[in-house]
């Protein structure tokens, strides 16, 4: 899942912050790829990540001695963000299995409208003059992805599309939740934090998948390995290269280096999954990555 570019950002471009951000998106092009690997139910997947990724968070703010003790009002800020990510998740892993890794990931990632939306009316950011042309460049190339072939596709195949813009929706809440815990309202860093709502959304999850009737016992060697990559990549070695990285860099190189993502999840679904796709569908996604891009570029705060 993707990050979101920052509000402001240090001017300049150090070449060590933007191979971090770099490699950091390019890793999180691989979580759509090891959710289809893992050959497990969605649900199912979705808490591997969240149980291992939160485990190894915990790990790592405890090597690095900046543990804080857990406190009620952490957990209850924790439960709003572990919601949305449980929910994205849900919605996500069944569009990642149902209409592929590199169309899911692009469909979540026009969260960007919604978040700038949601900017614009909550926080009086003015929206860019470039919102209005980026949302209708990213909605045509959306339609040459899968509105064109809309009447060919089943039933399950079509509401993994909606389940995928869904997920950018579930997205935003954590995004909006995540970033207000952080402000002030807990003494936590952002690795404990993320690491403490990852373990909570992984209970959340377990009770889903329960509710559903999943089992949770994995029994190959292939499913262990590409959910613990799932945990590993995605929840925390990404996370960690990219809030190290975007501060230092500016937010339209931020947004531009975040696309890497669902880019790349793209090409490894062709390579690695045979996806059929015609030039319409390379026309398709060059043009919703433009208008994503287009969509990040913020206005300023309203004086």
Same mark, same amino acid.
């Given at each position: 899942?993707?990050?979101?570019?920052?509000?402001?950002? =240090?001017?300049?471009?150090?070449?060590?912050?933007?191979?971090?951000?770099?490699?950091?998106?390019?890793?999180?092009?691989?979580?759509?790829?090891?959710?289809?690997?893992?050959?497990?139910?969605?649900?199912?997947?979705?808490?591997?990540?969240?149980?291992?990724?939160?485990?190894?968070?915990?790990?790592?703010?405890?090597?690095?001695?900046?543990?804080?003790?857990?406190?009620?009002?952490?957990?209850?800020?924790?439960?709003?963000?572990?919601?949305?990510?449980?929910?994205?998740?849900?919605?996500?892993?069944?569009?990642?299995?149902?209409?592929?890794?590199?169309?899911?990931?692009?469909?979540?990632?026009?969260?960007?409208? $919604?978040?700038?939306?949601?900017?614009?009316?909550?926080?009086?950011?003015?929206?860019?003059?470039?919102?209005?042309?980026?949302?209708?460049?990213?909605?045509?190339?959306?339609?040459?992805?899968?509105?064109?072939?809309?009447?060919?596709?089943?039933?399950?195949?079509?509401?993994?599309?909606?389940?995928?813009?869904?997920?950018?929706?579930?997205?935003?809440?954590?995004?909006?939740?995540?970033?207000?815990?952080?402000?002030?309202?807990?003494?936590?860093? =952002?690795?404990?934090?993320?690491?403490?709502?990852?373990?909570?959304?992984?209970?959340?999850?377990?009770?889903?998948?329960?509710?559903?009737?999943?089992?949770?016992?994995?029994?190959? =060697?292939?499913?262990?390995?590409?959910?613990?990559?799932?945990?590993?990549?995605?929840?925390?070695?990404?996370?960690?290269?990219?809030?190290?990285?975007?501060?230092?860099?500016?937010?339209?190189?931020?947004?531009?280096?975040? $696309?890497?993502?669902?880019?790349?999840?793209?090409?490894?679904?062709?390579?690695?999954?045979?996806?059929?796709?015609?030039?319409?569908?390379?026309?398709?996604?060059?043009?919703?990555?433009?208008?994503?891009?287009?969509?990040?570029?913020?206005?300023?705060?309203?004086?």
């Amino acid at each position: 899942m993707t990050a979101q570019a920052p509000q402001a950002a =240090a001017p300049g471009a150090p070449p060590a912050a933007v191979g971090r951000m770099a490699l950091g998106a390019m890793l999180l092009s691989t979580t759509s790829i090891f959710v289809v690997l893992a050959q497990v139910a969605p649900t199912v997947s979705a808490f591997y990540r969240m149980l291992f990724g939160g485990a190894m968070l915990f790990g790592w703010v405890v090597l690095t001695r900046r543990w804080v003790r857990i406190r009620w009002r952490d957990l209850t800020l924790a439960l709003l963000p572990a919601l949305g990510f449980s929910l994205d998740l849900i919605f996500w892993h069944r569009s990642i299995l149902w209409v592929g890794p590199g169309v899911a990931t692009l469909l979540t990632n026009f969260q960007v409208f $919604l978040m700038a939306l949601v900017g614009w009316w909550v926080y009086r950011e003015r929206l860019g003059r470039w919102f209005v042309p980026g949302l209708a460049v990213a909605l045509a190339g959306l339609w040459l992805l899968v509105g064109a072939h809309w009447s060919l596709f089943d039933a399950r195949h079509r509401l993994g599309v909606w389940l995928g813009l869904a997920s950018g929706v579930a997205y935003t809440l954590y995004l909006l939740s995540f970033r207000r815990a952080l402000s002030g309202h807990t003494a936590l860093s =952002a690795a404990q934090f993320l690491g403490l709502m990852s373990l909570l959304s992984a209970g959340l999850l377990l009770a889903w998948g329960g509710f559903e009737g999943d089992t949770f016992a994995l029994t190959t =060697a292939r499913s262990w390995s590409a959910l613990l990559a799932l945990g590993f990549f995605g929840q925390v070695i990404a996370w960690l290269l990219m809030v190290r990285a975007m501060p230092l860099l500016p937010a339209s190189l931020v947004g531009l280096l975040l $696309l890497l993502q669902p880019a790349l999840a793209f090409v490894l679904d062709v390579l690695l999954f045979k996806r059929p796709t015609g030039a319409g569908d390379w026309l398709g996604l060059a043009l919703a990555l433009a208008g994503i891009l287009l969509g990040t570029l913020r206005g300023a705060r309203r004086k």
